[in-house]
């Protein structure tokens, strides 16, 4: 009997890319590794438009949604030059782990290392251009890549409740984006434990990849020559940036996203 082709679940999905400047392609692995989601998202609500890694499409084309791997080298002018188109091509730019972010290991970058030894500066891509959405971590975590394609779908197609849901649940991950381009252990110093905010949860421990952070009296002590500059620590605290837009709404967040990938 002749096979039946199954129906296009959705009209419109929007177009994907993710754009590779000097990163290590771990974010682009920690997409992966959202495993069957990731299947369901490129099933369903979204064309993998570009991605030199995994598609055979030379030029940064026009995209709804860009996950941008990796810190821009300045001397490098076909970098400078991409990030630039990329901000023009693109709906929303979401700078895709710590590298894009804060620029992460890339900050220790001195240059005079054959055969470029006038590679020598790595910014991070908000330093370059406007950019709407922050995933740090090194790497950043498949959850939160999964969860902000997603609400960045239900932003752009969804219904206006779908709409509003998916805009408060990108908030702070915007407002990390407007809050500058640094990261560091001292973001937590200054911004949280000098502050008298700590409540000493031990969060930003557990979220350090270099393992930098340890407890002491109940709060954090942080090793600044371990410390890998990532940010995670500060996006992970919960008294940073707390929104309580979304945390009361996690159980509708949750089984929204649940649903959305059934
Ligand atoms: S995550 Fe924030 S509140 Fe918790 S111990 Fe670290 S600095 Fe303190
Ligand atoms: S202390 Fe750890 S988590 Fe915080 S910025 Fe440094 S390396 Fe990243």
Do not use: W
């Amino acid at each position: 009997m002749e096979a039946t082709k199954e129906a296009k679940p959705v009209a419109n999905k929007i177009k994907l890319g993710h754009v590779h400047f000097s990163g290590c392609t771990g974010c682009l692995v920690s997409v992966a590794d959202i495993y069957q989601g990731l299947l369901k998202i490129l099933d369903d609500y979204a064309d993998l438009v570009y991605a030199l890694t995994l598609v055979d499409v030379r030029h940064i084309p026009e995209m709804d949604v860009a996950l941008v791997e990796g810190s821009v080298c300045i001397q490098d002018r076909e970098s400078v030059e991409d990030i630039k188109e990329t901000r023009k091509k693109s709906r929303i730019v979401v700078a895709l782990g710590s590298c894009a972010t804060y620029g992460n290991i890339t900050r220790f970058c001195r240059g005079g290392q054959h055969n470029q030894p006038q590679h020598e500066s790595f910014l991070p891509i908000g330093d370059l251009i406007d950019v709407d959405v922050y995933i740090p971590g090194c790497p950043p975590s498949p959850e939160l890549i999964r969860n902000v394609t997603v609400m960045a779908y239900l932003f752009l197609e969804g219904n206006e409740e779908q709409k509003a849901l998916a805009g408060r649940y990108l908030k702070p991950l915007m407002a990390l984006a407007k809050r500058g381009t640094t990261g560091c252990f001292c973001d937590l110093m200054n911004d949280v434990i000098n502050q008298g905010l700590c409540i000493g949860c031990g969060t930003c421990a557990a979220s350090c990849p270099v393992r930098a952070i340890t407890h002491e009296f109940g709060k954090p002590q942080g090793d600044l020559n371990l410390c890998v500059k990532c940010g995670s620590c500060y996006g992970a605290c919960p008294r940073s940036f707390f929104n309580f837009d979304v945390i009361p709404e996690f159980e509708s967040i949750s089984e929204l996203i649940a649903d959305a990938l059934r």
